[in-house]
C-alpha cells in the first residue's frame, strides 16, 4: 500500500473520531448516555463481526484464552469509556473534550511505564509535564488558580476519566492474543449482555427521536465504530504505531474546525491549552527521540560508507 493511502486512512479515521465529539454533543440533548452507548455498540456488532470474519481471519478458539482481558475491554472501553464521554458531552463543549482527550497517549506511555516497566526518557517526561500544564490550562480556562479551588467544568473532569479509563483498555489490549478488530467485536459484545439489563431498565422511545439523534445514531456505528477502527488499523499494521500516533492530533483540530462551521467559538485559552497538549504528547510519546536516534543512524551510516 502506498503511504498516501495509509495517510489518507489516518486522516479519515480521525475526522470520524472527531465527529462522534460533534454528533455526540447535539445527540446527548435527546437521548440519555446509556442509549448513546448501547445503541451505538449493538448495532455496530452486526457489521463488526463479519468485517473481523473478512479481514482478519482470526482463530476464535483464542476467545477462551482471553475471556478474562475481554470482559475487562468491554467494562473499560465499551461500556465505560462511551458513558462517560457521552455523559461529559452534556456539561462542555465538544472542542474542550477533544482537548483534553488529546492527552490520551501520552498518558498511556507514562503508564506503561509504571505498570508495565518500559523505560520514561528525559525528553518524554518534560512532555507529559508540558501536556498536564496544557490540560490544567483547559479545565481552569486559563486560570490555573482554580486548581486549589477544585471549580472545575463538571464535563472537563469527566473527560479526565476518560483518559484514565481509556489508559486502562489500552495497557489490557497489549495482552490480547486476538487481532484488534475481532477482539473490538468480542469485548462488544460481552459489553452489550453486560449492559443490556441497565439500558431496557431505563427504556427509551425511539418514536419521540428527531430525524438528528436518529442520524447521529447510525454515524456512531458506520464511522467511529466500524470506519474508523478499520482505517486505524490497517494504518498500524502498515507504518507502525508511533507513526500512526502522530495523527490522533487531528482529533482536536478537526473537531475544532467542525464546531467553528457549525457556530460554535473557540476561545484563546483553548488554543493555548491546546498547543500545549500537543507539544507534550510529540515529546511524551518519544517521537522527538525516535528522529533523533534515526538521524544519528544515517549520519553512521554515511561515516561507515
Known sequence: ??????????????????????????????????????????????????????????NWKLVKKDWH????????????????????????TSTNASLVAAMNPGVIVVASVILLKEKLSKMQLLGFIISLIGAFVILTEGNIARIFQFDFNKGDLLMVGTIIVWTFYSIIGKRLSLPPI???????????????????AQGINFSELSPLALTGIVYFVLFPSVGSFIFWNIAVREIGASQSGVFLNLIPVFTAIISISLGQMITLVQVIGGLFVFTGVYLTTGLLDKRILAKKEKAMLKKSS
Open 182 to 200: 475481532a477482539a473490538t467485536a468480542v469485548s462488544a459484545l460481552i459489553a452489550m449482555i453486560l449492559f443490556a439489563p441497565f439500558a431496557f
Open 69 to 92: 482481558y475481554l470482559i475487562l475491554n468491554g467494562i473499560l472501553g465499551i461500556i465505560g469509556y462511551n458513558l462517560i464521554l457521552y455523559s461529559a458531552l452534556e456539561y462542555t
Open 1 to 58: 500500500m502506498k503511504k498516501y493511502q495509509v495517510w489518507i486512512m489516518l486522516i479519515l479515521a480521525t475526522l470520524f473520531w472527531a465527529g462522534n465529539f460533534v454528533m455526540g454533543s447535539y445527540v446527548v440533548n435527546e437521548m440519555d448516555p446509556v442509549w448513546m452507548t448501547f445503541s451505538r455498540w449493538f448495532l455496530a456488532l452486526f457489521l463488526l463481526f463479519p468485517i473481523a470474519y473478512f479481514v482478519e481471519k482470526p
